[in-house]
């Protein structure tokens, strides 16, 4: 209920359904933020326990794994058994439904997600990776795509294994990798050919969790106001984008429901 919230988020929550609300193209960039209510780190979180001593960014890159591939590949295993048995939350639900609403109004609305994890998929959206996906591998060396978890997942969840044994490409003996972009990789060029044209053609721009500070996608939010966009965050915290016309300091989970019933009672 909006009557619960502080005036001052009331207020812009309404202000930003308004713009939302008429029926042109709209861009949505979400990062770990989004998923953080589903029980997932974000990435500059303390990591727990065993993985306390490292650095995420210096394990998420691709001399860290020439260096030590074994320890890079059981991190990515505990990234995975952290997240298997994660649901989405509401943030992510009623993105889908947005997308669901604005098919029958004939508005775009184009979901651009860092994470790589599945949650908006399983939320029912259609969503482009920038960053790739958790669930899959492919070969360091040649890049073959490795069969992977997700499909073993769809079939029974307790049958994944999180072993940390490295395996290696049939075709060329390379270490089999998660197919995750890292930290000084190029970005798959058909995802960021999408964000790309979503962000120049969108009148409104919506950032969702995401602390801006990972480039070229924190550069997106800039690309769409230089071509006329508004601009709304969504994030309790401050972050250093400073093109930002509406921010919602607050939880995903509890202003992107809110947000939708006012867009559904506006249009
Ligand atoms: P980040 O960790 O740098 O920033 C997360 C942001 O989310 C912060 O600004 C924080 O204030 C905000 N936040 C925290 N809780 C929130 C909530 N409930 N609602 C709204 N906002 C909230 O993450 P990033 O900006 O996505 O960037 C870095 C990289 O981390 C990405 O490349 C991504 O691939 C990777 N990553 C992905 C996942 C995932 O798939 N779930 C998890 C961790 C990291
Ligand atoms: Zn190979």
């Known amino acids: 209920m909006l009557a619960e919230l502080s005036p001052k988020l009331s207020v812009e929550i309404q202000r930003a359904a308004k713009l939302l609300a008429s029926p042109a193209p709209i861009c949505v960039l979400t990062g770990a933020g989004i998923s953080a209510e589903s029980g997932i780190p974000t990435f500059r979180d303390k990591q727990t326990g065993l993985w306390q001593r490292y650095r995420a960014e210096d394990l998420a890159t691709p001399t860290a794994f020439v260096r030590d591939p074994k320890l890079v590949w059981s991190w990515y295993q505990w990234r995975r058994q952290l997240v298997h048995d994660k649901a989405p939350n509401p943030a992510h639900y009623a993105l889908a439904k947005w997308q669901q609403m604005s098919k029958a109004n004939h508005q775009s609305v184009t979901l651009i997600t860092q994470n790589v994890d599945d949650l908006h998929e399983q939320a029912g959206s259609t969503v482009t990776h920038l960053h790739g996906h958790l669930w899959r591998n492919r070969c360091h060396d040649c890049g073959t795509p490795f069969k992977n978890e997700a499909e073993v997942l769809v079939r029974d969840k307790n049958a994944i294994r999180f072993d940390d044994e490295l395996i290696t490409c049939q ?3 390379g270490y089999i990798r998660p197919d995750i ?12 050919q999408t964000a790309e044209d979503a962000a120049a053609s969108c009148k409104v721009f919506i950032s969702i969790g995401t602390s801006s500070l990972v480039y070229p996608a924190a550069g997106l939010a800039q690309l769409a106001k230089q071509n006329g966009a508004k601009i709304i965050e969504i994030n309790p915290n401050p972050t250093p984008n400073t093109v930002v016309d509406i921010t919602l300091a607050a939880n995903a989970g509890i202003v992107m429901p809110l947000l939708i019933e006012q867009i559904d009672a506006l249009s």
Do not use: D, R
């Not at 972009?181 to 960021?192: I, K, M, R, Y």
């Open 171 to 173: 075709y060329c003996g």
């Open 181 to 192: 972009v890292w930290f000084g990789e190029s970005l798959p060029s058909q995802a960021w």
